[in-house]
């Protein structure tokens, strides 16, 4: 199982899904492109437990990452 996890301002939501399922692969695409469109940093899980935050250029789906963490753009008050 591959996994999502969304920060938000309630906490976090933490979505599951199968990377050798064509369509939940699909959903994930999709989830990731919208997060990425409204400014969240994607930082996917590398070895070690450290994750990785890509360039701006670099910001792509991945289906074979085991886990995405996305954080929220900050916010001035």
Known sequence: MARHIIMDSS???VIDF???NTTDIAKAKRRFE???AKGFLPAERKSGGKHHVPNRSERVFNPDA????????????
């Open 18 to 20: 199968d990377p050798s």
């Open 34 to 36: 919208k997060l990425i």
């Open 11 to 13: 906490g976090h939501s």
């Open 66 to 77: 085991e886990e995405t963490l996305f954080i929220p753009s900050l916010r001035g008050g």
